[in-house]
C-alpha cells in the first residue's frame, strides 16, 4: 500500500489556499489592519462571561528589593487567575510606575521561573528571570500564571506522558473553546488589576515574553491597546512551518488563522505601537529564512506609519531566550516616553472586562 503523509497533505492545502490578507505594500495599511483585525475577532473562540476582578491576597513576601504578593484573581465564575505581584522598595507616597505584565513559556516551574523563586541554580535560569530583572529596574510587575503550570495544573495526571497543552485543548474543543482565547481573557484581567494598583500608572504598561511567553506577549498586545509597548523574544517562526513540522503546541493561536494571515501580518497589527522582537541565531526552533522575513514584513509596516523608531529587532547569540539588557533600553525608551504611540483604550474582542 502507498504511504501518505499529512504534513503533505498540509503543505498541498497551504499552497492552494493562501492567506487572504497578507499584508501588502500597494494597499491603504489602516484599512488592511482593520479588515484583518475583523477576521481574527470572528475566529475567536467563546470564553466566559467576566466577573468583576476581585482579588485575594494569598501571600506576601518581602525580598530584600522588592515585595511579592500571591494573588488570586476571579476572571469568571469557572476560572480564578494566580499571578504574582511585584512592587520594587523606594517608592514614595504618589509615586506612579509603568507596570508590565511578564508572560511565561514552557519553563518547568513556570511564574516562580520568571520571578526567580524556583530553579535558578539549574542550568541557565537564572538568566531567564525576566519578572525579577524588570522589578529591580522599577517596574511593577504582574506575572500570571497560564493553564498547565503550577497553581493550575491538578489535572496533569490525566495527562500522563502526553503533551499538556495539546491535551487540554483538544478536550476544550469538544466546546469549540480555544485555551489561547482563554489565556487572552486571563491577561486583560490581570492588567485590570495591574492598572488599579495606586503605584502604577495607567498609561504606561507594557508586556514582554520569551517562546509561548513571546507568542502570548503578541496576541496580548494586538487584542488590549492598554499595552503600550511589547516585547516578543523567542517566537519569531511561522504558524505555516510549525504546521509542516508538526512542532507546535496546540495553544498557540486561533482556529483557522492560515486562512487570513500568519505570524508577520499579527505583529503588523500591532503598529504603530512600540514593538521589540528578539531572537537568537542558535535558537533551534526558528527557521533563519522564516525570521528574516518576518522582520523585513514588519519593519516595512512600521516604515508605512512613520514610526520605524518605535520598531527594534535583536538578533542575538543566546539562543531561545530572552535578553533583558536590549529589552530594558527599548522599554526605558518608549515605554517611559510622553508618548507611547495610541491612546489606551478597551480590549479589542467582545468580552470587555467589567470595571
Known sequence: MKQHSFTRFLDS?????????????????????????????????????????????????????????????????????????????????GDKRPGLLVSHGHCQYGIDSICGIAGMDEGDNSLRAYALFAVRSGYVVIAPVWWGWSGRDRHLALVGSRDKCNVIQMAASMYGVNVLDLHIQDAQAAIDVLVACQEVDSNRIGCLGNSYGG????????????????????????????????????IQCPHGLLRYGDVPEMFCLIAPRPLQLQAGEGDSLITPSDRDMIEKTVRRA??????????????????????????????????????????????????????
Open 13 to 93: 492545502y497551504g499552497q492552494a489556499n493562501p492567506p487572504e490578507l497578507c499584508y501588502s505594500e500597494d494597499e491603504d495599511f489602516p484599512g488592511w489592519q482593520a479588515r484583518l483585525r475583523e477576521k481574527l475577532l470572528e475566529l475567536r473562540g467563546p470564553v466566559p462571561s467576566r466577573v468583576d476582578p476581585t482579588v485575594t491576597v494569598i501571600e506576601t513576601v518581602e525580598e530584600p528589593d522588592h515585595t511579592r504578593h500571591l494573588l488570586q484573581i476571579a476572571v469568571s465564575s469557572f476560572s480564578t487567575l494566580p499571578a504574582y505581584l511585584l512592587v520594587p522598595h523606594g517608592l514614595k507616597k
Open 215 to 250: 507568542r502570548t506577549a503578541m496576541w496580548f498586545t494586538i487584542f488590549d491597546e492598554r499595552i503600550r509597548a511589547c516585547i516578543a523574544s523567542g517566537c519569531m517562526n511561522t504558524f505555516r512551518e510549525r504546521s509542516l513540522k508538526l512542532s507546535s503546541c496546540g
Open 302 to 355: 512600521y516604515q508605512r506609519c512613520g514610526v520605524e523608531d518605535r520598531f527594534s529587532y535583536e538578533l542575538h547569540k543566546e539562543g531561545h531566550r530572552l535578553l533583558w539588557e536590549p529589552a530594558e533600553t527599548f522599554l526605558k525608551r518608549h515605554l517611559l516616553a510622553e508618548q507611547c504611540g495610541t491612546e489606551p483604550s478597551a480590549p479589542a474582542d467582545a468580552d470587555k472586562p467589567r470595571r
